[in-house]
């Protein structure tokens, strides 16, 4: 055999040693816990043959405790970059089996240098997340290795979309490397994200808890909302990364591309002409309105088990994307909370940042009452909502379809929030407050005098209603474009998104804005 070949047959050999991570053993370990190594993962999320990986040959620097006999080619991350329907995406995953995925400086080199390289590109950047943290024998370069990818986290921001799977641990102060991204996933009963774990915490306040309870997908996905998406299994989360990339732009000079679709832009839904319910207090399901008007009822909703009283998520109408944020009768009334408001809030503020146009269905009674709400902030919590509406640019197209009463009028997308085009359903109630409060402090004192106070206010909330539940009163001052018939809905969102396509809008020149966190 010549030298050459001599050479090349070497380097075929440490190639196949790396693509083994931590070894067999380790990675049937990973397998009996149904979990997927992280070349695994990347096969199954890439376009078929399309994974260049980089880096192969790094190894870790550490000589403490040993660990310079503790060798592994490529250390504990995969890198680099492949396409996902085509389109470029760079990718780190990490490597459970080799030393638990924990995180050594040359890992973060690596991470760091795929993030750079999606900057340059303009490309997306997937963080798959399956690791014991900090590499503890490493101590300050581990966690100096973190601080760098945060920081690039930070500059991607609104720049190229970040996407973190979190498909194993996620523990310490790695957690906030997705808390910093756009979109988290996380899968039931595999993955745990927390920043003490549960015997720290026993330690600390006394509690038990399980992981699962602390910082399960479950919890993140409807209690602290740290979460955007819970999936049953590995794939779906990898199915569902895909799926989300479809419907989000590579960057923020590009649009999302079109989706071809064979649904009518005229289709008329007669059933929403008959969907809202004759009693102002009874729900109707705001889900049935969106799945009737956007392209063959696909939606994909961001944060659906968190504050379920609005409704985020992605759609496409005419094939163009869109951000849906609606308001949800079904659950609390659709009032506006803390909760929902900063749910709403983040996605309103990724679609801008990503020129994704936003369509919003108004049904609010306002914002929710109570010491609960005022202690935990909701004015500030509001506000971020009400900022956020206020300096989207990109096109906005609002439909209120039943209640949109004071603030949470104005908060929703309104026509002085620099909305588009902003449609009413005849349905429509656009007023200061509700008729039953609205009388009681109008006439308290004529009720009072009156010998049947409660007759006197319902005569009074009767023609309070008459006049302001209406959307007509708000269209006679121009703050509704039109009030539309509610079957034509699809076919009056598709036209104004056409007549906006070429929107320009800016904002004031200035270092960063101060939304109110
Ligand atoms: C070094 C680690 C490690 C770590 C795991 N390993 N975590 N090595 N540093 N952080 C090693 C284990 O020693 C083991 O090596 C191998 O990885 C697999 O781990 P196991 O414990 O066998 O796996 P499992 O039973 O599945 O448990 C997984 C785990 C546990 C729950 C994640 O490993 C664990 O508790 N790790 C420590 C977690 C932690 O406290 N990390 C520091 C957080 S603080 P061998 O050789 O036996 O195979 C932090 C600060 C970040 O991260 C700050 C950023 C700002």
């Known amino acids: 055999m010549s030298n050459q070949l001599e050479k090349v047959k070497e380097l075929i050999e440490l190639r196949n040693k790396a693509r083994l991570g931590g070894g067999e053993a380790a990675i049937e370990k990973q397998h009996a816990q149904g979990k997927y190594t992280a070349r695994e993962r990347i096969t199954m999320l890439v376009d078929e043959g399309s994974f260049e990986e980089l880096d ?3 190894q870790h620097r550490c000589t403490n405790f040993g660990m310079e006999k503790k060798q592994y080619l490529g250390d504990g991350v995969v890198t680099g970059y492949g396409t996902i329907e085509g389109r470029l995406v760079y990718i780190f995953a990490q490597d459970f089996t080799v030393i638990g ?8 080199m690596k991470i760091c240098k795929v993030m750079d390289q999606a900057m340059k590109m303009g490309a997306p950047i997937i963080g798959i997340n399956d690791s014991g943290g900090a590499r503890i024998q490493e ?48 899968v039931k009963g595999m993955s745990y994200m927390f920043l003490t774990g549960p015997k720290v915490v026993k330690t600390v306040t006394g509690e038990d808890v399980t992981q699962e309870q602390l910082g399960g997908a479950t919890v993140h996905a409807s209690r602290s909302g740290v979460t955007h ?21 590579q ?46 009822g696909e ?86 909502l009400l900022y956020a509406y206020g300096e989207a640019t990109v096109p906005k197209v609002t439909v209120t379809l039943r209640k949109s009463y004071g603030g949470a009028h104005i908060v929703m997308s309104c026509k002085q929030l620099r909305g588009d085009m902003n449609y009413a359903w005849p349905t429509a109630e656009i007023a200061v407050m509700g ?50 018939e509610p079957r034509n809905t699809r076919f009056r969102i598709i036209r104004a998104l056409q007549q906006l396509a070429t929107k320009k809008q800016t904002n004031p020149a200035k270092k960063h804005d101060n939304l109110p966190l």
């Open 56 to 58: 192969m040959f790094v």
């Open 101 to 108: 995925g924990s995180l050594s400086e040359t890992m973060a």
């Open 139 to 186: 101590g300050i370069n581990a966690l100096s290795g973190y601080a760098e990818i945060f920081q690039r986290n930070i500059l991607a921001s609104g720049v190229v979309p970040q996407i973190s799977g979190i498909f194993g641990p996620c523990a310490g102060g790695a957690v906030y490397s997705p808390a910093l991204t756009d979109f988290t996933i996380m």
């Open 229 to 249: 998406f819970a999936v049953d299994t590995g794939e779906d989360g990898i199915t569902l990364i895909r799926k989300l990339l479809s419907f989000i732009p």
């Open 251 to 296: 960057n923020n000079l590009e649009e999302v591309p079109i989706k071809k679709t064979d649904d009518p832009i005229d289709r008329l839904e007669d059933a929403l002409n008959d969907i809202i319910p004759d009693s102002p207090n009874k729900p109707y399901d705001m889900y049935e309105v969106i799945g009737a008007v956007i392209d063959n």
């Open 299 to 384: 939606f994909l909703e961001v944060h659906a088990d968190y504050a379920q009283n609005i409704i985020v998520g992605f759609a496409r109408f005419n094939g163009q994307t869109v951000g849906i944020v609606a308001n949800q009768p079904k659950c609390l009334a659709g009032v506006l909370d803390i909760n929902a408001s900063r749910k709403a809030a983040r996605f309103v503020r990724f679609c801008d940042a990503f020129n994704i146009p936003l369509v919003t269905l108004v049904d609010v009674p306002g914002f929710l009452p109570g010491t609960g709400q005022e202690y935990g902030g909701v004015i500030v919590h509001g506000a971020k």
């Open 435 to 484: 008729g039953v409060g609205a009388v009681e402090v109008l006439y308290a004192k004529e009720a009072k005098e009156s010998p049947d106070p409660a007759s006197y206010l319902a005569e009074k909330e009767e023609e309070y209603t008459k006049t302001f539940a209406n959307p007509y009163n708000a269209a006679k001052y121009g703050y509704i474009d039109d009030v539309i």
